[in-house]
T-cell receptor, first 115, second 115 residues
Framework: AQSVTQLDSQVPVFEEAPVELRCNYSSSVSVYLFWYVQYPNQGLQLLLKYLSGSTLVKGINGFEAEFNKSQTSFHLRKPSVHISDTAEYFCAVIFYGGSQGNLIFGKGTKLSVKP | KAGVTQTPRYLIKTRGQQVTLSCSPISGHRSVSWYQQTPGQGLQFLFEYFSETQRNKGNFPGRFSGRQFSNSRSEMNVSTLELGDSALYLC??????????????FGEGSRLTVL
């Protein structure tokens, strides 16, 4: 079955430090890739997406992610985090080459930024 | 432009009851998807509706059902509620079907507690 794995359930980091949140997916079929952020008691907000083209994607709030087809990965990075980045981050994939084509989410990574 | 609106935001039911949740998509969006979010299972896809037809369905029992109206508004229903149905139910809308457009816009969710 197609799946999305976020390797870290929790990532603590100090303010102004860099951060990388890791995401791997199960299949090398054609994919669309996304990162969403969820603040407490809110829905999900799109951070960035990869549909085609350049493998380095820039999103909102200074985040970026790189699509690596050979590694089937789409890791999220930010060079300097702020307290306000504390939230849960979800990697999501559409395996549009497969039969379903719905958005499949990873289990999420809780980013905790400490002063 | 108004976002995705879900009602009610919070509700409490008892085992055996049924519940109906409502979702109004962004104006012009024709696809509505539903997700269940729990701490243990994360975000799980329930179903997707496009042009009043269910286009895609996740692995949930038949107690979970949905429909979409001609104005793209959607409802989901859960019958014979179980304790394990306690969750945040998220609705998301998009211009077209998942596999074609990729990006979903989420509402803030309906938090269901089953006692």
């Amino acid at each position: 079955a197609q799946s999305v794995t976020q390797l870290d359930s929790q990532v603590p980091v100090f303010e102004e430090a860099p951060v990388e949140l890791r995401c791997n997916y199960s299949s090398s079929v054609s994919v669309y890739l996304f990162w969403y952020v969820q603040y407490p008691n809110q829905g999900l907000q799109l951070l960035l997406k990869y549909l085609s083209g350049s493998t380095l994607v820039k999103g909102i709030n200074g985040f970026e992610a790189e699509f690596n087809k050979s590694q089937t990965s789409f890791h999220l990075r930010k060079p300097s985090v702020h307290i306000s980045d504390t939230a849960e981050y979800f990697c999501a994939v559409i395996f549009y080459g497969g039969s379903q084509g719905n958005l499949i989410f990873g289990k999420g990574t809780k980013l905790s930024v400490k002063p | 432009k108004a976002g995705v609106t879900q009602t009610p935001r919070y509700l409490i039911k008892t085992r055996g009851q049924q519940v109906t949740l409502s979702c109004s998509p962004i104006s012009g969006h024709r696809s509505v998807s539903w997700y269940q979010q729990t701490p243990g299972q994360g975000l799980q896809f329930l179903f997707e509706y496009f042009s009043e037809t269910q286009r895609n369905k996740g692995n949930f029992p038949g107690r979970f059902s949905g429909r979409q109206f001609s104005n793209s508004r959607s409802e989901m229903n859960v019958s014979t509620l179980e304790l394990g149905d306690s969750a945040l139910y998220l609705c998301a809308s998009s211009l077209g079907q998942h596999r074609n457009t990729g990006e979903l816009f989420f509402g803030e969710g309906s938090r269901l507690t089953v006692l």
